[in-house]
């Protein structure tokens, strides 16, 4: 297999490069100028007669202009051109490509006597001359130009011949060696062979040192598989013979291509792992081809030779992401070819979905964290209730101490005074109020008749005191039925008698009032004392108690709410207590 | 003239209640004390009296003890109570008179002039009869029998035979089972502290239900309880919550 594609070498003749060929006379002809006017000193384009032995030269790393096997029988001009694994099919239209048997052979359009040819190679090119031997040399020269125009070697005899380990093709041993020769990239090198003193060439050949890029010509992913394989099956096939689709056959341009370095970028869909791309060069070696792999700007696969002895790189195992493909040949390592692709995230890889994932998973979090605080907060205020409800009761499970201990005072002057009756009569009363307190402070809600009795005999025990008046008007309620906040009306009562009727002894008067309104109770408590600002710090630490307690039972009560009004004038004081929908 | 005895662990109890009861020299006389409920028989036994003034919380045999050990209960009892503990609810079920201490003269008076009329013909006590058979029972038995006192007489009704109650001020009116409608003169919140335990519900301010009788909750402009009889009783907003956890919970 290995000599049918050594064979299988042919030389591009390019119609542009003879434009290439006249703009660098032009220019070589003004550096040749400018280097006379310097006092003659060397052109910088370097040259040289290569000196390596013979017996050194590889020859099966080179490609040939001719495969003849008749070359024999004439003269021809034989140019060997190092192989390196590489060739550029399909870029010489000038070439007339055909072949017989095993192996290809062509004959140029331009015969064989004039050939241009190029090499990548910053190495050397050699010529042998087929059917010039030993003993028809001396009637042939050559001579080695320099981009056509510097004589580097003068018309000169051949002197050197191939040896019996020559083996190239099927040409014959002991063949003429015009030798080996390079320069440098961008200029040529021709060697004209003529008879002496015959001043018509008889062949001519011109080595251009070419710069190269690898270029991709397809990119196949992994729905493209099977016409890769035909691809593959039929190498030197053009696609548009295949009848390729042209996915991504279009826009192939590489970073250094691009004039304002931004090539484009091919974006691939999410997951195509597997990514070919199929270069436009004839690749038969691994190493003949070097790329290295960057994903989102880190290097991912160094330089490194090609996976395969083809000209496709084949990627494996990608992910989403932003690559650059960076790719070129082992022989001009400078000469990189950089492109850009992008494979596109599955919509859970996308930055928007990892963004909404965050945001989510804050927000989860952030519920969670509020549930929880406001779990503890409503704990919190469970217990804080708990503690006031429990502050109340201690509270109302109190009879004033100041009132109880008056009281007591109040039996034992009765008693000193031996008024038994009466004595007896305060007495009892008083154990009633205390058997009442305690009964009912067990209860949030009583009967407000039960409620009516215990502020009757309080009131009954601090008239034997005060000597005021008292009333309880009721007016259409069933005070049996309704409920009140036990020990509500209580402290009122008592604020009233402390605050505003004591000082006044017999022109004082309570007045206790319950009344209907529509759906809503109200009850009011009217004293006729000098009253007292409701803002006033001394209105008592009962009065404010019912404040707290109200607001603590208007929390438990549904579409019910109990309201307390003061109004304070300077010959009254009323509370007034609206009991919203309570009948 | 009524006789009466005092049963009661404390002598200064005795002596206070003899001294209250002076004022009425003329129309009671204590013919004999008991300081426990052994002695207690012995001279109810002995004198049979038509008044017993009885402490209930005494060391040894209770009150309730000692009217359980008598074969005959053909006299009124007057109970002396220090404050409303377990038992004072089964004699306000019985709707008999009780006494609390210090007790209050007014309450004395009361109490002394009802014994009296009561005493006057002699019989078996029925009230006091009722009273032992339902410390007997198990609680929550709604075969028991409750005291209903109307103006004119006493009533003992079974508990699964009252439908419901309505307040009627300090008044109660009771429905019963065979339509008879009875106004007894307890406001109807002591009608719930004694009927609750057997399965009455306080759906309103003003009605107290029997749970048996509820067929339907019916939900229109308010709430509802549909009775057995197609009475329907409104269910007050604050109730409702309550009334839903009690008649599914018993």
Sequence with gaps: MLPDIIFARHYSFHIFRKKNLHSEKKRLFLLCILACIINCTNAQVKWRDDSIPFNKIEWNNMSTSYFSDDADKMIALVTAIPYNGIDFIGMNKELDLFYTSSYYKYQSNLSNHFQKLDTYDSGNVYFVTPGIFKNNADSFEFRILKDGKVVMKPWCEITQFTDSNFQLNSFRKFCGFLGGYHTGFNHFITVELRRKNNLKNIAESSVYWKQIHPHIASVYTSDDLNIFLKRLKSAYTSPEELNESKKYTEEYSTIEDSLNHRAKMWIFNAGESNLIFYLNASIYWKGALEYSLLKNGKVVKDWQPNDYDNNFVWLHNLSNGNYELKMRYRMQRPNVSTYLFKIKPFWYQTNAFVAACIIFGLLLLTLIIFFILSRRRLALQKTKTQKLQLELRSVRSQLNPHFVFNALSSIQSLLKQSKLEEADYYFTEFSSLLRDTMRNNEKEMLPLHIELQTIETYVKLEQLRFAFKYQIKIEDIDTSAVEVPSLLLQPIIENAVKHGISKMRKEGEIILSVTSKGKDMIITIMDNGNGFSPSQQTEGFGLKLTKERLNLINQTLIEQYIDMHIESKAIATTVLFTFKNWL | ?250
């Design chain 2, 1 to 250: 003239m009524v006789s009466g005895v005092i049963i009661d662990d404390e002598q200064n109890n005795i002596l206070n209640l003899q001294l209250l009861l002076d004022k009425y020299k003329n129309e009671i006389t204590i013919s004999a004390t008991a300081m426990n409920a052994d002695e207690g028989i012995k001279i109810i036994k002995q004198h049979s009296p038509d008044v017993v003034f009885l402490d209930i919380q005494m060391p040894g045999k209770n009150g309730f003890q000692l009217l359980q050990a008598l074969p005959h209960l053909d006299f009124e009892v007057i109970f002396v109570t220090a404050y409303d503990q377990y038992g004072i609810q089964a004699v306000k079920f019985a709707a008999l008179d009780y006494l609390l201490k210090p007790i209050k003269a007014e309450e004395l008076q009361y109490a002394i002039h009802k014994v009296i009329e009561k005493s006057l013909i002699k019989k078996q006590n029925l009230q006091l009869q009722n009273l032992v058979s339902l410390l007997q029972q198990s609680p929550k038995n709604q075969q028991q029998r409750i005291a209903l006192p109307s103006a004119t007489e006493t009533r003992f009704v079974p508990v699964h035979e009252i439908i419901h109650c309505e307040s009627k001020n300090s008044y109660t009116l009771i429905y019963l089972l065979n339509n008879e409608k009875v106004l007894v003169s307890k406001a109807i919140y002591e009608y719930e502290d004694l009927l609750s335990d057997y399965g009455f519900i306080r759906c309103h301010q003003s009605h107290l239900v029997n749970r048996k009788f509820v067929k339907s909750w019916i939900k229109k402009d308010g709430d509802y309880l549909l009775l057995d009889d197609g009475t329907e009783l409104p269910v007050s907003r604050q109730k409702k919550m309550a009334v839903k956890t009690a008649l599914v919970s018993f």
